[in-house]
């Protein structure tokens, strides 16, 4: 038996920053995933991939990642989407940084 698909945001690196970037729900990326268009179904899941993947000058990278709704936008549900959205765990740079700064 085939398994139930699981809500989804698409994912990136920006090729030039190589920062972990999300597709929106207007073709535009963004480096917040509350921003990133949450897919709830599997069809419009792969249609909205290759959309994506057609913005190869800009991104490197792209796929499906596992997420869920919650209060502010989609929300990961894998550990590895949780460490790529906070950033580089070395020191404080990037998001980290930008966060400790508030």
């Given at each position: 038996?085939?398994?139930?698909?699981?809500?989804?945001?698409?994912?990136?690196?920006?090729?030039?920053?190589?920062?972990?970037?999300y597709f929106t729900a207007d073709n535009t990326w963004t480096r917040n995933l509350?921003?990133?268009?949450?897919?709830?179904?599997?069809?419009?899941?792969?249609?909205?991939?290759?959309?994506?993947?057609?913005?190869?000058?800009?991104?490197?990278?792209?796929?499906?990642?596992?997420?869920?709704?919650?209060?502010?936008?989609?929300?990961?549900?894998?550990?590895?989407?949780?460490?790529?959205?906070?950033?580089?765990?070395?020191?404080?740079?990037?998001?980290q940084e930008a966060e400790a700064n508030v």
């Amino acid at each position: 038996m085939a398994r139930a698909f699981t809500p989804k945001v698409i994912t990136a690196n920006d090729l030039l920053e190589g920062d972990v970037i999300y597709f929106t729900a207007d073709n535009t990326w963004t480096r917040n995933l509350s921003e990133a268009e949450l897919i709830t179904d599997e069809a419009e899941a792969q249609l909205r991939l290759i959309e994506a993947e057609k913005q190869n000058i800009r991104i490197v990278g792209a796929y499906l990642a596992d997420a869920k709704a919650g209060p502010n936008g989609p929300e990961p549900t894998h550990f590895r989407e949780e460490f790529r959205r906070t950033g580089p765990s070395n020191y404080f740079h990037g998001k980290q940084e930008a966060e400790a700064n508030v």
